[in-house]
């Protein structure tokens, strides 16, 4: 049977949002709701798999659902929840763990990025996550997930659990009426540009939370004269903007900031050189500035105004939770079916 297009992502409440999650997530979420059945979650799960603060967690949590709804996510079209209260989750990737292999997850660029030469050291949960990650995905059956470049790879790895897993366990799943897959082949959905968005001080490394440099990040919650302040001292070279986008190869600073532009602006790189070719960063900084400031200030002003609404957020998760499970939990009756578990 055909399965409903459905699309899930989530951002992990690890630090305040920045400019990176906005264009390169949140902002990609909402037109989805015109087209997909859409699931939304804070997947605090995932942060814990490194030492959080009980209080900074939650603060985070209710920030980033605020950011999902002030982005323009409406809480009654997408399922908007926090991934703890769906115990689901958890269950699922257990049993993914099982089907799983160690080789692949060794594979993961991330762990080892994260991990670096203290790999002996960091949590279990830190090198199984990616299994996490696939659950989350596959106990809604979605179809397809907006994700960076830099999570493609796990979805490689969530499509590599399901096929494993249907071929495992093909006998059972025919038993139950469905065609021999059970869990779809989901597709990433990567487009527009800034889907990688890089720091304002230096254009090789990714938009950072954890840069020792407070000037290379844009936070959601940062008022427009510091948004001003530094986009107006980002790094940039000593060239004026070309006129095509062929001329910004090998310019690592002047092509993040005109994606930032192109992102923000809802417009193509090089419709935005069309514009700005030629013109000095005297003439594009100050319009960057203004453009951001202009996209970012309402939304950080209803983040404000929603995160002080503690118990209108509350609601908002807990009903978002209770849908969610309405989709999981015969999802997860299935699964111990197929698996053999006595139910």
């Known amino acids: 049977m055909p399965f409903t297009p459905r699309v899930f992502s989530g951002i992990k409440p690890s630090g305040d949002l920045h400019l990176g999650n906005y264009l390169g997530a949140i902002?990609?979420?909402?037109?989805?709701?015109d087209t997909h059945e859409t699931i939304y979650c804070v997947v605090d799960m995932h942060a814990i798999t490194v030492w959080q603060e009980p209080e900074d967690l939650r603060r985070w949590t209710y920030e980033i659902a605020a950011a999902y709804i002030a982005s323009g996510l409406n809480p009654?079209?997408?399922?908007?929840?926090?991934?703890?209260?769906?115990?689901?989750?958890?269950?699922?990737?257990?049993?993914?763990?099982?089907?799983?292999?160690?080789?692949?997850?060794?594979?993961?660029?991330?762990?080892?990025?994260?991990?670096?030469?203290?790999?002996?050291?960091?949590s279990l949960g830190l090198f199984a996550y990616p299994s996490l990650m696939a659950a989350d995905i596959l106990l809604y059956k979605s179809t397809g997930v907006p994700v960076g470049d830099?999570?493609?790879?796990?979805?490689?790895?969530?499509?590599?659990?399901?096929?494993?897993?249907?071929?495992?366990?093909?006998k059972q799943i025919k038993s139950l009426g469905f065609d021999e897959e059970y869990?779809?082949?989901?597709?990433?959905m990567?487009?527009?540009?800034?889907?990688?968005?890089?720091?304002?001080?230096?254009?090789?490394?990714?938009?950072?939370?954890?840069?020792?440099?407070?000037?290379?990040?844009?936070?959601?919650?940062?008022?427009?004269?510091?948004?001003?302040?530094?986009?107006?001292?980002?790094?940039?070279?000593?060239?004026?903007?070309?006129?095509e986008a062929a001329g910004l190869e090998g310019r690592a600073e002047a092509s993040n900031l005109v994606s930032i532009y192109a992102a923000l602006a809802?417009?193509?790189?090089?419709?935005?050189?069309?514009?700005?070719?030629?013109?000095?960063?005297?003439?594009?900084?100050?319009?960057?500035?203004?453009?951001?400031?202009?996209?970012?200030?309402?939304?950080?002003?209803?983040?404000?105004?929603?995160?002080?609404?503690?118990?209108?957020?509350?609601?908002?998760?807990?009903n978002g939770a209770d849908r969610a499970r309405a989709i999981a939990v015969p999802v997860m009756d299935e699964v111990r079916q197929i698996v053999g578990f006595v139910r």
């Open 266 to 318: 809802d417009r193509s790189v090089d419709d935005v050189l069309r514009e700005f070719g030629g013109a000095g960063w005297g003439t594009f900084k100050p319009a960057l500035a203004d453009l951001a400031v202009s996209v970012l200030s309402p939304i950080a002003g209803e983040m404000r105004r929603l995160v002080g609404d503690k118990p209108e957020m509350d609601r908002i998760l807990r």
């Open 150 to 170: 830099d999570q493609k790879q796990h979805l490689e790895l969530t499509r590599d659990i399901a096929k494993k897993f249907n071929h495992d366990f093909r």
């Open 183 to 188: 869990f779809p082949h989901t597709e990433s």
């Open 27 to 33: 902002r990609r979420f909402v037109p989805l709701q």
């Open 76 to 122: 009654e079209r997408s399922i908007i929840f926090n991934q703890s209260q769906v115990v689901e989750h958890a269950e699922l990737s257990w049993i993914f763990n099982c089907v799983a292999r160690m080789g692949w997850m060794a594979r993961m660029t991330q762990f080892k990025d994260k991990a670096g030469e203290n790999s002996e050291h960091v």
């Open 190 to 243: 990567v487009t527009g540009p800034a889907t990688r968005v890089m720091s304002l001080k230096d254009g090789k490394k990714k938009m950072s939370k954890s840069d020792a440099s407070d000037m290379s990040t844009i936070y959601m919650m940062d008022d427009a004269d510091t948004i001003s302040k530094k986009i107006k001292r980002a790094t940039t070279d000593p060239e004026p903007l070309p006129s």
